[in-house]
């Protein structure tokens, strides 16, 4: 496949992802405009919305699936955080490594929240079973947002944006579940990602905008340049 | 009173090894690590019953990364390998780790005749269309308009088409999967794992230092839209006319793994060993 036509193809599965937008509730609108200034390339947000990353089998059935589909969100989560962490810290990018870290941490955190809540002893089922509508759950990391020169500002536009996908799953869940203990377990479950929502912009609000060349390397690993 | 106890079951996180990948932030690699370790959790094998064995690239890293035995070979030569312990060591579930330059370029005549012997491996390549580990150049899937410093104008080669390859020199099992799936991507692995004989699967995995632009590869794959067929010119028809984004298990054929010779004949590692001691 030549280059040229994969971007003709590419241009036409945007006018086809836009058209669905119009009718459906996109996640990352305000995402994007907070990127603007200083989103690295890598950063860009993904063009799912939180109704395609919701599962294939909703409404869930019943109250214990519900947590166990938010275990599994949060426990995936935690784990591409975790890995975004190692991968900063083999680039020596000490600083992302810690906030991705730490942010692995926080996700874990709810993981085991929801395990003890239901006391469960240990997931209800493989994370490899799930399958999300997008590829992947609504507060997952996409990886290719990573930049080796990536700073804390971009880290934590990425964790807003997750937040944010968060929040709006469990609002569509909550909008259309036919059983009363998962409506009630996805209105709370958004209330609380919409609090995380408003707490990472306030740590946002803390953290110093990169400058435009903040992607500048003097020793590029790509030759041509 | 049953006094025995069941084992755990095994972790994807159990297959992990200490070692941190150093591939580039973003890597599409990372996601097929995962995925590895996903699947050998799903089918419920413990370490000590796996290899990983790879070639050379930066996809071939990947055994350092797995907790199971791992053989970090030759450029190209990882059939070779890996076949070679899946005949000795039957018992084990032998995956092979490549990448496109390594297993269609230098590796390319491995991979025809790993497919015609039909040995019980596994073989994923993860492709990026580019050499990566040397720093960009056009590797046999590169696209023949893919200008760069290293091939100006672009090469004007005919990209390589591996499942065609594969269906047509004889692998049992063939399919197409996507790092940025990583669910998904483990169940084929998995199902490839579970298929006797050659099973091939291609894992489309971006690499985001050299090909900025495979960035964009998670907004056009999609499931195929049509089911695994055993009839393998059906499913070269379905290759040769899809765009290189369709995902999903193409064929899965019958054909028998290939058995060493048992009975008369036969050596035991050790007579070999014993052929070249000095």
């Keep these: 496949m030549s280059t040229k036509q994969s971007t003709k193809r590419n241009a036409k599965v945007s006018s086809k992802k836009s058209a669905r937008k119009s009718t459906k509730k996109s996640t990352r609108v305000s995402t994007r405009k907070t990127k603007a200034a200083a989103a690295p390339k890598s950063a860009r947000a993904p063009k799912r919305t939180a109704a395609k990353a919701a599962t294939k089998a909703m409404p869930v059935a019943s109250a214990s699936e519900f947590m166990a589909h938010a275990y599994a969100m949060e426990a995936e989560a935690a784990e591409r955080y975790a890995e975004f962490a190692d991968s900063m810290e083999m680039h020596n990018n000490h600083e992302v490594a810690e906030l991705f870290r730490k942010l692995s941490r926080i996700e874990q955190r709810h993981a085991d929240q929801i395990l003890e809540q239901m006391g469960w002893k240990q997931s209800p089922v493989s994370s490899a079973d799930y399958r999300w509508e997008g590829t992947e759950g609504p507060e997952t990391a996409d990886p290719t947002e990573l930049h080796y020169l990536m700073q804390p500002y971009h880290a934590l536009q990425i964790a807003l944006h997750n937040e944010k996908r968060a929040r709006d799953f469990f609002a569509h869940l909550a909008k259309v579940a036919t059983n009363g203990g998962v409506r009630k377990g996805a209105l709370e479950m958004r209330e609380e990602e919409a609090e995380h929502v408003r707490l990472i912009e306030e740590w946002l609000k803390r953290t110093p905008v990169p400058g435009s060349n903040w992607e500048t390397d003097q020793d590029p690993p790509v030759l041509s340049d | ?278």
């Design chain 2, 1 to 278: 009173m049953n006094s025995t106890v069941a084992a755990a079951p095994i972790t994807a996180q159990a297959f992990k090894s200490d070692y941190k990948p150093i591939w580039c932030p973003g890597c599409g690699d990372y996601s097929v690590l995962s995925s590895f370790t996903k699947a050998f959790a799903k089918l419920d094998l413990r370490p000590e019953s796996v290899a990983v064995v790879s070639g050379i690239g930066c996809s071939s890293r990947i055994p350092a990364y797995t907790n199971c035995y791992g053989f970090h070979g030759v450029h190209g030569r990882s059939l070779a390998a890996a076949s070679g312990l899946k005949l000795a060591r039957p018992d084990l579930t032998v995956v092979v780790a490549s990448g496109d330059g390594d297993g269609y370029s230098i590796g390319g005549n491995h991979f025809l005749h790993a497919c015609r012997r039909n040995v019980d491996l596994t073989y994923v390549v993860m492709d990026n269309h580019v050499y990566g580990m040397t720093k960009g150049q056009p590797s046999p899937t590169t696209e023949p308009d893919w200008d760069s410093k290293l091939s100006p104008g672009g090469t004007g080669l005919r990209t390589f088409n591996p499942l065609v390859i594969a269906l047509a020199a004889g692998a049992n099992f063939v399919a197409r999967a996507f790092s940025g799936d990583p669910n998904g991507t483990a169940d084929i692995i998995a199902d490839a794992i579970r298929t006797p004989g050659f099973s091939f699967v291609e894992i489309l995995s971006p690499c985001v230092t050299f090909r900025p632009e495979q960035r964009e590869w998670k907004q056009l794959v999609r499931p195929g839209p049509v089911t695994t067929t055993d009839d393998a010119a059906r499913a070269a028809r379905r290759i040769m006319t899809d765009d290189g984004f369709n995902i999903g298990v193409l064929y899965k054929g019958q054909r028998k793994p290939y058995q060493p010779p048992v009975g008369k004949g036969k050596k035991r590692p050790s007579d070999l060993e014993a052929e070249f001691a000095i």
